[in-house]
Nanobody
Framework: QVQLVESGGGLVQAGGSLRLSCAAS????????ANWYRQAPGKQRELVSG???????NYADSVKGRFTISRDNAKNTAYLQMNSLKPEDTAVYYC???????????????WGQGTQVTVSS
């Protein structure tokens, strides 16, 4: 069973930076796609960024050019580097890992508990 633990959230002024970490237990982290989601108060959870097991990345339009996702399989950890933060980035950030089969279908393996990011204006 995979468990995920996020860290790195906090309070930062607009224009500042934070680096979120998502540490996974278990030995199969390299086989998983990893994703970062966020949920602001009163809003639905949205996909922020993802990185496949092969290292391909994708980003929501709202964070392109400001956020960078990466992974270190030796440390079983995915990261989200967030620069030029804006008040509208304020949310609880969650990571998950998914396992994709040979047909391209994915299933969620685990979610983290979330970490709060607050950007003040």
């Amino acid at each position: 069973q995979v468990q995920l633990v996020e860290s790195g959230g906090g309070l930062v002024q607009a224009g500042g930076s934070l680096r979120l970490s998502c540490a996974a237990s278990g030995r199969r982290f390299s086989n998983y796609d990893a994703n970062w989601y966020r949920q602001a108060p009163g809003k639905q959870r949205e996909l922020v960024s993802g990185i496949t097991s092969g290292g391909s990345t994708n980003y929501a339009d709202s964070v392109k050019g400001r956020f960078t996702i990466s992974r270190d399989n030796a440390k079983n950890t995915a990261y989200l580097q967030m620069n030029s933060l804006k008040p509208e980035d304020t949310a609880v950030y969650y990571c998950n890992v998914q396992l994709r089969n040979n047909l391209g279908f994915s299933r969620v393996v685990a979610w983290g508990q979330g970490t709060q990011v607050t950007v003040s204006s």
